[in-house]
């Protein structure tokens, strides 16, 4: 039986009541509950999960495409994406300008294209902030980000929610002797087209981003400790090709349902049949978490979240 053929034994009043706050729910559609087990069909479905409170810790498993919105070309996608615009760069293929060795033999390609990456340029978007408000619910059991952008902290989720899987340019550190460098200091030499230096050893200085050939922050290898508690995963923007993190998707236990937000399908949910409890919504990724802000009824406590981030009140002192 699917879950649509069920008849609904819940009226809205209940379903309020159930769901907590009257008013997070008051403008939302009435949903029907999914059954524990059941095949899982769409949005509504996963909406369902959260306001009856049956999913309380949500993993975010993150790729470029939530930063598109802001501006930020992801790696794959034709035309606009990274490796598709490499060409000024000279390198031998797009992955090189990541590649830990070709950058121990040329870093200039990197440094030229880091400088427009840098965060300060750009600003978080609707997605960056739906994670936030997952968060304010206490529905946030952390966030997996393959991003360099630095927009999961500017939108105001908190560093112990946040795997920066492939590091961050909030530190930086000597490629020869390892000895940390103060980023600030690295990002202005950046920024002047100069290569930061280790007062230590000369060595060239690089944010702490992750290149293709090194390992992963150790925080990322706790994954398995979340994913037990995880009740629900989201899996946005992300073409899932790059390893190890691709395979944290499967970390969770197996009946828990996954969400994939993409333009496209990738990893297990090119599976034919997919499991029963994942479902995949494909599209714009800020059309459909719109849609799903909207079967939630969090319009209103998200415009809040997003003019008290973009507009803060000011206190002037006379
Ligand atoms: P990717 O391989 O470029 O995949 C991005 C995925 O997102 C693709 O499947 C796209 O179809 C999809 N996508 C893009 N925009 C949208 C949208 N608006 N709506 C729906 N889907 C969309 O990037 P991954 O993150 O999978 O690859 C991992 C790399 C990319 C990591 O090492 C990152 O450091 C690296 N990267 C990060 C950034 C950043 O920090 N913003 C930018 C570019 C690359």
Request: aromatic share 10%; with cysteine; charged share 25%.
């Amino acid at each position: 039986m699917t879950v649509s053929d069920q008849p609904t034994s819940t009226s809205r009043k209940e379903h309020s009541q159930k769901a907590g706050k009257a008013s997070s729910v008051k403008s939302a559609p009435l949903v029907k509950v999914p059954s524990v087990g059941g095949k899982l069909k769409n949005l509504n479905d996963i909406a369902a999960l959260i306001l009856y409170k049956r999913c309380k810790n949500i993993i975010i498993i993150a790729g470029a495409g939530i930063s598109t919105a802001s501006g930020i070309p992801d790696f794959r996608t034709p035309g606009t994406g990274l490796y598709d615009n490499l060409q000024q760069y000279n390198i031998p293929c797009p992955e090189a300008i990541f590649d830990i060795d070709y950058f121990t033999y040329n870093p200039k390609p990197f440094f030229s294209l880091v400088k427009e990456l840098y965060p300060g340029n750009y600003q978080p978007n609707y997605i960056h902030y739906f994670v936030k408000m997952l968060h304010e619910k206490g529905l946030l059991l952390k966030m997996y980000t393959q991003n360099i952008d630095g927009l999961e902290r500017k939108a105001g989720i908190p560093s112990e929610k946040l795997v920066e899987a492939h590091g961050t340019f909030s530190t930086a550190s000597c490629h020869s002797c390892c000895k940390p460098f103060p980023a600030k200091i690295a990002q202005e030499a950046i920024m002047n087209d100069k290569i930061p230096r280790c007062k230590a050893c000369s060595g060239i200085v690089k944010p702490d981003i992750v290149f293709f050939g090194e390992d992963l922050p150790k925080r990322f290898y706790r994954f398995s400790k979340d994913f037990v508690n995880a009740d629900l995963v989201f899996i946005m923007g992300t073409s899932l090709e790059i390893e190890p993190f691709a395979s944290i998707v499967d970390s969770a236990r197996s009946y828990v349902p996954r969400l994939l937000l993409n333009r496209d399908l990738v990893g297990p949910f090119k599976r034919k049949p997919m499991r029963n409890t994942d479902v995949a919504e494909l599209g714009d990724l800020i059309e459909n978490i719109k849609r799903l802000v909207g079967i939630l009824g969090w319009e209103e406590k998200m415009d809040e979240l997003i003019r008290a981030h973009t507009h803060p009140v000011r206190i002037f002192n006379k």
